[in-house]
């Protein structure tokens, strides 16, 4: 009876579980994993209509060109989610880590430095068009 409201994997299609979150913005809140967790991640949110999700989530694949990717905010040491005042801030501190000046008496260190900076810099801009 209660089988009906179970839904099943969007990836296997395996019987899912009611499962607590442990960790993550979700903390505390509940969803549905896959029965065969931790062989298949499938997840599905609670609120969810099983039967209308197929769950597009794809962090692997590419953006339109131009856009900010899970690659830059990697970069920037941020979460996709975080607030541009966090992103703001964590991108002044690699500034700071990575600043050629702290480096000028190691070559090889300044030449690496200078390279991470660009990254940063690059990231940075990316992420900042979508704002
Ligand atoms: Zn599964």
């Given at each position: 009876m209660t089988e009906e409201t179970i839904p099943r994997c969007p990836y296997c299609d395996s019987p899912m579980e009611l499962r607590t979150a442990?960790?993550?913005?979700?903390?505390g809140g509940q969803f549905w994993g896959c029965s065969r967790f931790p062989e298949c991640r499938g997840t599905q949110d609670l609120s969810e209509d099983p039967t209308s999700s197929?769950?597009?989530?794809?962090?692997e694949s590419s953006p339109a060109d131009g856009e900010a990717t899970a690659q830059h905010y990697s970069i920037l040491d941020v979460?996709?989610?975080?607030s541009p005042e966090e992103i703001k801030h964590s991108y002044r501190t690699l500034v700071k880590v990575w600043h050629p000046d702290r480096h000028r008496h190691d070559p090889v260190v300044l030449a690496k430095a200078q390279e991470k900076l660009k990254t940063i810099n690059l990231a940075y801009e990316k992420i900042k068009e979508g704002w």
């Open positions: 442990r960790r993550g913005f979700n903390k197929t769950s597009e989530r794809n962090p979460d996709p989610t975080a």
